[in-house]
């Protein structure tokens, strides 16, 4: 089983920046891919940014050219991500989450979320 935890959410003006952090512990060896997912109010669950570990990324419509996604460690173990997000705007306040995938699971693994809100 992995554990994951995310951080670095709080509060931050429209136009500003935030960066978080995911962090996959226990049984790492089998990632083969991290995501972000987002809960915004009132919306259904959904896909923010994805990296495997092979290296390929995956960066959703609403993210382009505001959310870069990088890991940390080496390339044979995934168990970091940090999801740069600039230019933020009100619509972006959210629950996030991260993702993990790994062989031999059956299900994903979840971490608690971490609120971001967008506000002047």
């Known amino acids: 089983q992995v554990q994951v935890e995310e951080s670095g959410g709080g509060s931050v003006q429209p136009g500003g920046s935030l960066r978080l952090s995911c962090q996959a512990t226990g049984r790492i060896g089998n990632i083969y891919a991290m995501a972000w997912y987002r809960r915004r109010p009132g919306k259904q669950r959904e896909e923010v940014a994805a990296?495997?570990?092979?290296?390929?990324?995956?960066?959703?419509d609403s993210g382009r050219g505001r959310v870069t996604l990088n890991r940390d460690g080496d390339k044979n173990t995934l168990n970091s991500i940090y999801l740069q997000m600039n230019r933020r705007s009100p619509e972006d306040s959210a629950v996030y989450y991260c993702?993990?995938?790994?062989?031999?699971?059956?299900?994903?693994?979840w971490g608690q979320g971490t609120q971001v809100t967008v506000s002047s």
């Open positions: 993702n993990v995938q790994a062989k031999g699971c059956a299900a994903p693994d």
């Open positions: 990296i495997t570990n092979a290296g390929a990324t995956y960066i959703a």
